[in-house]
Structure formats: structure tokens, C-alpha cells
């Protein structure tokens, strides 16, 4: 089982910045992919930005140029840098992390979720 804790929501206004962490614990070995979703009253959950189980990353393209996400290395903390924040940023951010096996998603694990609200 895993476990996620995100934290660093708030108000900021809009062209400001804020960064996000998650925390994970549990059996964090067994993590393939982990990143960032947000979803807005109203609207569908999206990703944000995640890792693969290389590293890699992934961003949305509504957040390219403006997010970075990144961890620690040994670790168990993600973060997500977040700049010049817009008001349709507006959202609850959720961490999320996957495992697989073969490339299969057999678990999905999802933290509480951290309010962020951007004014303009």
C-alpha cells in the first residue's frame, strides 16, 4: 500500500508562484508513476505533470513553460514548482502514483489533495 500527502496550496495572485509537495510513504518501491492531476468544480479531472518509471516526465500543454516538476533522489518527496500562475490554474491538485507490472497499471493511489486558487 501507499500512501500521499500533498501540501503548499494557498491564495496567490495571479503571476505569482507557489510549490507543492507530496509526500509518499508505504511501500514506495512499488511506484511506477507518479505526478500531479488538478481538477476545478465544474470540471474533468486532468494531469498536470507526471514521471515515468524512468524519469521521464510529462507535462499538459497548458502548464509547459510555467510548471517543473521534480523529487528527491533518494527520497519519498515530489514536488511541483508552479510560476506564473493564472486564475484558470484554480484548482484542487491531487498526487498521484500508479504500479504496473509489464507495463499493466495494477494499483492507483491518490493523496487528499491541496487547494490552490489564483486571483486575478
Given amino acids: ?17 507557489l510549490r507543492l509537495s507530496c509526500v509518499a510513504s508505504g511501500n514506495t518501491f512499488a511506484i511506477n ?3 500531479w492531476y488538478r481538477q476545478a468544480p465544474g470540471k474533468e479531472r486532468e494531469l498536470v505533470a507526471k514521471f ?17 516538476i521534480s523529487r ?3 527520497g519519498n518527496t515530489m514536488y511541483l514548482q508552479m510560476n506564473s500562475l493564472k486564475p ?3 484548482a484542487v491538485y491531487l498526487c498521484y502514483a500508479d504500479s ?5 497499471v495494477t494499483h492507483e493511489y491518490w493523496g ?3 487547494r490552490v486558487t489564483v486571483s486575478s
Fill in 33 to 35: 508513476h507518479i505526478g
Fill in 100 to 104: 504496473r507490472f509489464s507495463g499493466v
Fill in 1 to 17: 500500500q501507499v500512501q500521499l500527502v500533498e501540501s503548499g496550496g494557498g491564495l496567490v495572485q495571479a503571476g505569482g508562484s
Fill in 112 to 114: 487528499q489533495g491541496t
Fill in 52 to 68: 515515468n518509471s524512468e524519469g521521464r516526465t510529462t507535462y499538459a500543454d497548458s502548464v509547459k513553460g510555467r510548471f517543473t
Fill in 88 to 90: 484558470e490554474d484554480t
Fill in 72 to 74: 528527491d533522489n533518494p
